[in-house]
């Protein structure tokens, strides 16, 4: 295995407003150059001015690229002109194959060592690319099965949390079970419409990658106690305890919470939903989150806080991804989701007897990170979203474009 890691060179921010995603990566990005002398840390408002001054609605394009609150072109300028030594050379590789995209960004990285910002989620979400394990070296002309993919997410807001993902959680287009981050291309109208987009330092190299499709779907779920042992055995398996960002998994005060089943439904995006809804159980791409925190976290509820989270596949138990927020969090319980709907109804918790509640992923204006699900909670004709810092939503948006 080949395997490429910037995660000690590049600080992990979560987005200060809710639609800056943009300048949370590009402060991530400019602060994570391979020479420590030439890092720097920009403030996002900084970052945000230069990102709206040279969007291609601001500058070219006009209403044909507007409606974007970061858009390649805008994340791109701003780099370039962020105060760079000599050499640094931004570029926006935006192409309809997400395999040659992926291939530029994994072989720049290779080569120059440069987190890569990445859109995801149908062009609604900024991400930055910190590293990667692909079965060989990925140089010019050759096609590596890549294996895992690391990113820092400036979501949850405030917090940012890095993610190991294995290779067909990120990718993988164009199937029944198909729920990734790169699911889709760019679905907002405009110059990268139909296009995979990543930012890289230097231009593009000319390559593909692969990915082994997984089984996402069965006939038969995992018990919660299956799950956690899944959850262990990957830990091992995919030695994550060596990253930096995961060696809490070795803490004498380790506490391995009680997994989470969610359900995953195909991203919100401008253009709807690509694929029909999936109603039965069989059908429907599941995954168990497996938290851990420290025996002695709790927060103001006296909920267990959360570092890390271990995501399964539902049915087979095979690794999805890991996630490590930038600081702990705590996931809301099915009765604190009900007890804010009974809030928001005027009625007593005990009146929605009945009332189903499904924890959810679906990427949206909600959320993007997959540790960081929301619950749906329908009661009688009505259906109601409540996310995991407790605030009631009517409906699931899709997300400004950038976002």
């Not at 060179?9 to 987005?15: A, D, K, R």
Request: net charge neutral.
């Amino acid at each position: 295995m080949y395997t490429k890691d910037l995660q000690n060179n590049v600080p992990l921010y979560g987005q200060e407003k809710v639609y800056w995603c943009g300048p949370a990566c590009a402060q991530m990005a400019r602060n994570g150059y391979p020479n420590p002398a030439d890092r720097l840390l920009l403030t996002q408002q900084d970052l945000w001015s230069s990102i709206v001054a040279n969007n291609s609605a601001t500058t070219s394009m006009g209403s044909a690229d507007s409606g974007w609150a970061t858009d390649p072109q805008g994340l791109t300028a701003c780099l370039q002109t962020a105060a760079n030594p000599p050499g640094v050379n931004w570029e926006t590789f935006a192409d309809p194959n997400s395999y040659s995209v992926l291939f530029s960004l994994l072989y720049w990285m290779n080569v120059r060592e440069y987190p890569g910002p990445t859109l995801m989620d149908g062009g609604s979400h900024w991400v930055v690319v910190v590293g990667w394990q692909t079965d060989i070296e990925p140089v010019a002309s050759s096609t590596p099965v890549l294996q895992s993919l690391d990113y820092y997410d400036p979501q949850p807001d405030g917090v940012g949390a890095y993610t190991q993902a294995a290779a067909p959680t990120w990718l993988l287009p164009a199937g029944p079970a198909a729920v990734g981050p790169w699911k889709t291309s760019v679905s907002y109208p405009g110059t990268w419409s139909k296009d995979y987009v990543a930012i890289i330092e230097p231009p593009v190299a000319e390559g593909t990658v692969t990915v082994n499709p997984p089984k996402r779907t069965g006939a038969r779920l995992l018990t919660p106690a299956q799950a956690a042992a899944a959850a262990d055995r990957a830990i091992r398996e995919q030695r994550l305890v060596n990253k930096a960002r995961f060696a809490l998994l070795t803490h004498p005060d380790l506490e391995r919470l009680s997994p989470l089943l969610v359900r995953e439904d195909p991203a919100v995006t401008a253009e709807g939903e690509r694929s029909r809804s999936r109603s039965r159980a069989g059908k429907t791409p599941f995954y168990y989150i497996v938290p851990f925190g420290l025996g002695t976290e709790r927060g103001r509820s006296g909920n267990p806080l959360v570092r890390v989270c271990v995501l399964v596949n539902a049915y087979t138990g095979a690794f999805e991804e890991a996630t490590a927020f930038g600081k702990p969090v705590s996931h809301i319980t099915e009765t604190e989701a009900l007890t804010i709907v009974a809030g928001a109804l005027r009625v007593a918790p005990a009146e929605l007897k009945g009332a189903e509640a499904t924890l959810l992923f679906r990427s949206s204006a909600i959320t993007h990170v997959r540790a960081w699900p929301f619950w749906r909670v329908k009661i009688r004709a009505r259906t109601l979203y409540v996310d995991q810092l407790g605030s009631l939503h009517s409906e699931v948006r899709a997300s400004l474009a950038g976002d």
